[in-house]
């Protein structure tokens, strides 16, 4: 008992002094403010079309009502401990009816309950807690409904001192998912531990020492719960040599261990130096070490790289660059020497025009040792965005052995609802499908097995020129770009598929006050896949008068991929216009429109929505129409809805 009443003593100090307001310091609870709002609205739905050749329709109407509630307050003092609690609950008569419904760019929360407690708050040792629950409807590219529930709780600790600043957190959370429309449900639970120690030892120098802790789990329908758990430790320092900072060295040293479905062992080093010299050169040397195991293949890396830049008057920079790296792998063995320039000229011409002139240059000669044997290729990343073609690296690919994970390596996505894999001559594309679980311009990790080549030898030359004048303040401009690639000094190998292409872009673009828009060929003569690309893109963004207010947007993609004689289309339109009536009063018109013509891309895709907006006294009213069309992989829905909207906000603070 004497040491509980001991630490309540010890807690209950540092209020003392946090103000001299006597009235604050003394009062136990206090209430600072308390703000929300009520609603109350309707909508109904309407929606008919074909799914696996089944017609079916479905008609619902819906009402709900709704609190949201936020206090804040505190013990002792504001700035002792102070109390954040918020709210939301919203009953819904027929909620069932309308989650087969797409919902265009909505969210509903029909519960929410978060609470922060802070003590310490703005002084040198402080801590926090934290608890949020939300349980939610919402859509994805208004192809996917989504049910979601989610627990997080955790906590903060900040200690602020001269000596060693230490930041401290912790952070549990369950998630779990379920789509509407295809039944696919996913548990996703995750444990975090974070700690950071800043120091500085002079005002030249500041490190950084960073613990992270993570413990994630996910268990998706049909699929085996996969589990990892990691430790990674990280340090990294900057130091400079003098005051302006014209010599200075960076170095981060990282290391993580990972136990569970995926085991692994990474060791990253990145040293290097950065110098500002006479004359207006700069030379950066760099050396990076990167070592990579796991159960059935290591590898380690050493690199070092080396740039000499110059930059004469304002209008010309040029650089010369070296780089070897040795690659030493389970599988294979590989060096690489790599040599290049680089030119940019950049000068103002008549007309408030100005020239840009660019030159590359790269040499490279690579080695590579190892036996033309079936191997597994590991968490090969790539970014996933709509209207680009991406393809795997290694080619003659066995397709039964593609498996794509998120970058955590526990989210496994599934072919045809999340990705596609098309098969381009001995390579293979992948492409994310629009309404599964992978993002547009997502970054994703592929595992596969491919038939590798053997041991082989080249030499790769690249070369690139890019030319472009505007004039007015580049209200017009016209570009161009020419690069070619290829290869000398070969001793091949079977399996070994070699990139030589021609590349031939060149287009103008068109930029006045709020209206831009632009043409674009490009002409890809590849050894792998060849194609043809026409691109238009136009934008409309602006106000007229004091009134309305317009945000037009279209863009255009057109692959002929004239070696498999096919092609692929990409056309996004979006608009959304605004009229203000009064000061409190606004009319929106949004509306959408995506078309996909390819293999196994199909897709027609039509959204609008008309809302109207009132504030009147303290009233705020919303009512509006809503359609969607989709025609998708031969499954077509049509959906029209209205819906109607009342909120009362209240607000009261303690003066």
Known sequence: MKGLRFFCIMLLLPALGLSQNYSISRRFWALNSINGAVKLGADYRYQAGYSNEIYNTQESSRFYGGILLNTDSYFIHPDFISLHLGGEFNPVIGKDLFLVIPDQAEVRTMEKLDATLTFFRQKTINFSGFFNYNNVYTSRENLSNIHSNTINFGGNFIWMNKILPIQASYQQGKWYETEILTGRSFITQQQTIQARIDKSFSAYDNSQLIYFHNDYSRNDVNIAESRNISDNLSLNNTISF???RNYSFISAISGIDQRGSDVFRRIQVDESINLNLPKRFSLSTSYNFYDYRRDSQEMNQNAIRAMLRHRLYESLNSGLSLEYNQIRHTFYKENNLIAGININYEKKIPLKGRLMLGYTYNWQRQKHTSEPVPQPILHEEHVLTDGQMTLLNQANIDLNSVVVKDVTGTIIYEPNFD??????????????????????KGSVY????????GSYQYDVNFQCINASVSFFNRLFEIYFKWADQG???LTTAEYLTLNYFTQTTYGCRLEYKFASGGVEFENYQS???PYRLIRYWAQLQGNLGYKVTISLSGNMRDYNLTAENTRQQFIDVTGNVGYQFAHQSTLSVEFGYRKQIGQQIDLNLLTGRVQFTTLFRQIFFKVGVEVFRRDYLHEQTNYVGGFIQIVRNFNWYRK
């Open 242 to 244: 003098d005051k302006k």
């Open 419 to 440: 990705y596609v894999l098309i098969q381009r001559n001995t390579f293979l594309e992948i492409q994310r499908m629009p309404g599964g679980q992978i993002p547009n």
């Open 446 to 453: 592929v595992d596969y097995v491919a038939m590798l080549p």
């Open 487 to 489: 290869y000398s000094n």
């Open 527 to 529: 050894t792998i896949v």
